[in-house]
């Protein structure tokens, strides 16, 4: 049987308890029972009851096989995005909100891949590292970084750019295979038209900004806002001068970064002498 992520500590949450209302409603109205429900979709018994009583949250995989076997017209998916903000940070949460409404994003990154670039695999590693979780909460927060990027595939995506520095790339979070399949699909999603990707190398960090990661964030009316983050909280900064300031700074270390498809290569042949 497939699994559904995730048990949660959070049961009293108000999209959570409305997520469970609608699928019992959903399934009673068509006659149909939990363990009918359950061979229909390929999940057990138990955890469609578990998803019900608001032991588990549900995984799109789970919500969209739920709205085609009861025919809901696709009413479960439109409420995970309210499951999936209600698993942030509540200082996360307006970052997340914005990052959902940009027409383009602009990331320096000097540690991780960037969340929207993350295989499940490599997040999970990430979310299982400093400062120690609860398992339930890892999975909780692992389902919520994954429905971030459906922006990636939307019919309208926000053109995004992203500077990695190299470090990002030779910092194991995880196994060799883990790592190259993290490589893997960078080079498969820096192929999206929307999509710029540039590796900042250490031979040309000298010259590029050192303040750390940053992301720069446009709305729709030509809105921006910087988003700076540190350990156990975030901000984001709407003030022009400052805003001002940490684009000039991204401007600077997309120069010094490798071109595209220099970058790419960079990717491939790091995946190929690092992790095999």
């Not at 927060?141 to 994954?146: D, E, I, M």
Request: glycine share 4%.
């Amino acid at each position: 049987m497939t699994s559904v992520a995730t048990q949660t500590d959070e049961c009293g949450d108000a999209a959570h308890r409305l997520y469970a209302a609608e699928l019992r409603r959903w399934r009673q109205e068509r006659g149909v029972t939990q363990e009918r429900l359950a061979a229909l979709t390929h999940y057990s018994a138990a955890l469609v009851g578990m998803v019900e009583k608001l032991q588990r949250n549900p995984t799109r995989e789970f919500t969209s096989r739920c709205d085609d076997v009861l025919r809901t017209g696709g009413a479960l998916a439109r409420l995970l995005p309210l499951l999936a903000a209600e698993s942030y940070p509540s200082w996360f949460r307006p970052f997340v909100e914005m990052e959902a409404e940009a027409t383009a994003i602009q990331e320096f990154e000097v540690q991780v891949v960037p969340g929207l670039l993350q295989t499940e695999a490599y997040a999970r590693a990430i979310l299982d590292s400093w400062p120690p979780k609860k398992a339930d909460e890892i999975e909780r927060r692992l389902t919520a970084r994954l429905e971030r990027q459906a922006i990636l595939t939307r019919e309208d995506p926000p053109l995004l750019s992203f500077v990695l520095d190299e470090s990002v790339l030779r910092r194991p979070m995880g196994d060799s295979p883990m790592m190259a399949d993290q490589l893997r699909h960078l080079v498969d999603i820096a192929d999206h038209s929307h999509v710029q990707l540039q590796i900042l190398t250490f031979e040309r960090a000298r010259k590029a900004p050192n303040d750390g990661t940053f992301v720069v964030i446009e709305l729709p009316h030509h809105e921006r806002c910087i988003y700076v983050e540190g350990p156990g909280n975030g901000r984001l900064i709407p003030e022009p001068h400052i805003v001002d300031a940490y684009t000039r700074a991204f401007d600077a270390a997309r120069s010094q970064a490798l071109p595209v498809e220099d970058s790419i290569e960079m990717i491939e042949r790091l995946r190929r002498e690092l992790y095999g």
